[in-house]
């Protein structure tokens, strides 16, 4: 029997009889079994659609029907229904990632309703069917605590200007705001605000002003437990000239403290992700992994990046942010020679295939644009390089990942001196930086004689198991005639790579991109003692 109560004008709906069986499926899957409330809650709304009731589904009959809950109920003041809407539309989510991924039928709960959407796998979008649970906030209506209400225009803007700068951002979602416009003038429970939103996230602010100065507060807050995570007041000169500036900057290190790799925001998801025993992670908790392994080098957790990142594809094929990640580690185990030579063209195929990928489902995507940078700067290509870095540049100036290695192949493609501005410049937007930031300015200061600095530089790389961050103490202690230590990172290189000085060469040309550089440093390693006079 067809389901005429949810049938759709553009595609066939699953009858009653299949979405009865999905249903089925559903709550006797292992994550539902063990959680009845949520069983109840699904099996309620969908029976009351399939019976033409589904205009009646409120948190009031919900309450009622489901929860236990008498006439006195209040969806107000009481959130359990929005609360536990939110739980099961996550629930449903994970369900389709992982035992229902080849179910036939979607069962969806849609943000904002409590009506089920029921319709055939098939005819369904990827977002629809495999959506990643990503970090969300709300960017509320920054205030201004005086009378004059010119200056309500001011912190509108930079309302304006945060949600634009934070929108640039792929790895987090932000709420329009046309949603939270109504929360300007409102004192509010982070939490229960949080479950009506749908975000785990709010930024608040408020401003004040004497004169010319004035000072811009703002505040980050988890919405489940309303804790402020982090705060900081901006002391500004306010003229009428530099009224645009102000925003501007103000938005921009706002953002970039939030949002960007090794963040605030994505930062907790990492650590959340360390910490976390569960084994059914959905497409965003893979890619993190690509963020992880940037913080190592290290060989064994670029398998596991790339483990996750090609679960994470599976999951959702229209992931742009998973693809890049993909590509870049592809072009990175080219690079670090984590595969035989025999097979790194190969790789370094894939790498360019996934880059295209990335582009394609993402064009507006900064970080496929610089997956896409990558690939061609580790092809040697540096026009093609600095086109693609340009346009992901452009798309998101504040993501300190993207800047700092377009400095970095800068650097390697022989200019110094701007790819060093681009490097330094992605260490002020974020403090919280890889280690390997420090290796190109460390080379640096070496072939500048500055060997105390460059000594300092490599200590901050903190990336034991990457043979760069050895070669680099090998030059060093070698120039400063510290034997004893030079002997300690040979040893630390051996056993990194074991077999580099049979292929130093190649390893050395996958990273630099000139010839002059290349011959350079080979000849210093020699005069190491690292390598012998043939290679």
């Keep these: 029997m067809q389901n005429k109560h949810i049938a759709d004008e553009h595609h066939p709906q699953p009858s009653i009889d299949e979405t009865q069986a999905e249903l089925a499926r559903i709550l006797n899957s292992s994550e539902f079994v063990s959680s009845p409330k949520s069983s109840a809650f699904l099996r309620y709304v969908v029976e009351e659609t399939l019976a033409s009731r589904g205009s009646y589904l409120k948190a009031f009959s919900i309450a009622l029907a489901v929860f236990g809950k008498d006439e006195s109920f209040d969806s107000q003041t009481d959130p359990i229904v929005r609360v536990q809407a939110v739980r099961l539309r996550k629930m449903l989510t994970q369900y389709y990632l992982e035992e229902g991924k080849d179910d036939p039928v979607v069962i969806s709960l849609i943000k904002g309703s409590y009506v089920p959407k029921i319709f055939y796998k098939a005819d369904a979008s990827s977002n629809e069917v495999s959506r990643c649970i990503i970090p969300s906030i709300a960017v509320l209506p920054f205030r201004y605590l005086g009378d004059n209400r010119d200056y309500e225009y001011f912190v509108d803007g930079v309302t304006e200007e945060i949600v634009i700068k934070l929108s640039c951002f792929n790895e987090i979602q932000v709420v329009a705001r046309q949603s939270t416009q109504s929360y300007k003038q409102k004192i509010f429970d982070p939490k229960i605000l949080g479950e009506k939103l749908e975000v785990h996230y709010f930024l608040r602010g408020t401003m004040r002003k004497a004169g010319s100065q004035m000072r811009l507060s703002v505040e980050l807050i988890q919405a489940s437990n309303s804790s402020t995570l982090w705060a900081k007041a901006f002391d500004k000169e306010l003229t009428v000239d530099n009224i645009i500036q102000v925003q501007d900057d103000i938005a921009n290190k706002v953002a970039s403290t939030i949002a960007q790799p090794y963040g605030l925001l994505i930062g907790k998801e990492m650590r959340n992700l360390m910490t976390s025993t569960t084994k059914n992670l959905t497409a965003y908790e893979y890619f993190l992994r690509f963020y992880q392994y940037q913080l190592t080098l290290s060989q064994q957790d670029a398998q596991w990046a790339c483990e996750g990142l090609e679960r994470a594809v599976q999951l959702d094929p229209n992931y742009s942010d998973a693809w890049a990640g993909l590509s870049t580690m592809y072009a990175d185990i080219y690079r670090t020679g984590y595969v035989d030579v025999e097979q790194s063209q190969g790789i370094l195929d894939k790498a360019y295939e996934y880059a295209n990928t990335a582009v394609n489902t993402g064009p507006d995507n900064a970080l496929a644009h610089f997956a896409m940078y990558y690939v061609h700067a580790t092809r040697h290509d540096k026009e093609a390089f600095i086109r693609s870095g340009k346009h992901a540049l452009a798309l998101n100036p504040n993501n300190s990942l993207i800047v700092a290695q377009y400095g970095i192949e ?40 500055r060997l105390h600095k460059a000594l300092r530089e490599a200590e901050k790389i903190n990336a034991s198991d990457y043979y760069f961050t050895h070669i680099l103490f090998i030059l060093i202690y070698h120039a400063l005639g510290e034997e004893g230590k030079k002997q300690q990172s040979l040893a630390e290189l051996k056993r990194v790579d074991p077999g580099f000085t049979q292929h130093a060469r190649v390893a050395i040309e996958r990273w630099i991109h000139t010839q002059e550089k290349t011959e350079r440093l080979l000849a210093d390693l020699k005069q190491a003692g690292l390598l012998n006079g043939n290679q």
Excluded: T
């Design 410 to 449: 800068l650097k390697n493609f022989g200019e110094e001196e701007e790819g060093l501005a681009f490097i330094e410049h992605a260490m002020a937007l974020n403090p919280a930086h890889p280690g390997y930031y420090h290796l190109p300015i460390g080379f640096y200061h070496f072939y500048h004689g």
